[in-house]
């Protein structure tokens, strides 16, 4: 609490300020995971200083603000974060910027909400990992796009080619990763993780998906949960359950223990990327690398 009210009276000091561009004349722009800095940086190219406030393994659901992280935010020119609760430690933060000059954006405020799935157990009572959605990652980019170009309007043609390069990538990401899918018999479509990341995945592809500690990270599961979810892998014979990178693997070791107690067996399947990227530099360390790669490590450790 200490800290959150020393964030805030820094943010309350450095928004008085006038926010200095670098040298380079380039917007600055600052992001929140590791998905939509991807993004950015695609759509953004050369003509944009970025920011990225999450790394490699980063969860964001209990990611809090650091005073440098302030530093960042109040220098940005445009702020771009998913919202819908996901960066729930970070919201005070963003309200308070909101009060400043600039105004941060959340991407996933551009989706329809009739077409979320819902949650009980969510404070937004959407579930935010929006970006398993491809087509809901497609509007994201075009979201990007227009702000760029509004705050930049001399590079408007490069944002647009960019734009338009991606969005392709993202055409035949769909469509590779479907024929992949299209391998794996629909009834060993049963995906086991270690929290409920994959919601919109299950949806566009046909799996069913339960996930050990509910849509957010914040929340523990309980010795009840690892029982009936062992009775559960049981009893549809699933082969394999997967780690996430972001949440710590003892829970998902916990569950195949439980399974193992009742005489059955049950795999670790790999490590799927959920609320994270990979390591920069890497395969996974892309947002269409990380689908890619979460796509072939689940039907291969499911056929």
Same mark, same amino acid.
């Given at each position: 609490m200490k800290k959150n009210i020393l964030?805030?009276?820094?943010?309350?000091t450095l928004i008085s300020c006038k926010n200095k561009k670098q040298?380079?004349?380039?917007l600055n722009i600052v992001t929140t995971t590791t998905m939509i800095t991807d993004l950015v940086r695609n759509i953004g190219g050369d003509s944009i200083n970025i920011n990225g406030l999450m790394g490699s393994g980063v969860d964001p659901h209990l990611y809090k603000a650091s005073e440098g992280d302030v530093t960042k935010l109040v220098n940005a020119d445009i702020i771009f974060y998913n919202g819908l609760h996901l960066e729930g430690k970070l919201v005070e933060v963003? /309200?308070?910027?909101? =009060? =400043?000059?600039?105004?941060?954006?959340a991407l996933g405020e551009e989706i329809d909400k009739s077409?979320?799935?819902g949650s009980d157990y969510f404070a937004s009572n959407y $579930?935010?990992?929006?970006?398993?959605?491809? $087509?809901?990652?497609?509007?994201?980019?075009?979201?990007? =796009?227009?702000?760029?170009? /509004?705050?930049d309007a001399k590079n408007a043609a490069y944002y647009k080619a960019n734009k338009t390069k991606y969005l392709a990538k993202l055409e035949d990401l769909q469509n590779s990763i479907k024929a992949t899918i299209d391998t794996l018999p629909e009834d060993k479509r049963i995906l086991v993780t270690a929290h409920d990341a994959f919601n919109y995945f299950g949806k566009n592809y046909g799996f069913e998906v339960v996930g050990l500690q509910g849509l957010s990270t914040a929340t523990e599961a309980g010795v009840k949960d690892v029982q009936n979810l062992a009775k559960f892998i049981i009893d549809k014979k699933v082969k394999a359950i997967f780690v996430e990178s972001s949440v710590p693997k003892r829970t998902i070791e916990a569950l195949q223990e439980a399974v193992k107690s009742k005489g059955h067996d049950v795999k670790i399947g790999g490590t799927l990327y959920s609320d994270a990227l990979g390591s920069a530099g890497?395969?996974?360390g892309t947002y269409i690398g990380m689908f890619e790669y979460n796509v072939?490590?689940?039907v291969n450790a499911l056929k």
């Open positions: 964030i805030l009276l820094a943010i309350t040298e380079n004349g380039k963003f /309200e308070k910027m909101g =009060s =400043s000059t600039k105004t941060p954006i077409t979320l799935i $579930d935010p990992h929006v970006w398993f959605n491809i $087509d809901y990652f497609k509007q994201f980019a075009r979201k990007v =796009s227009a702000v760029l170009i /509004e705050k890497t395969l996974e072939n490590t689940i």
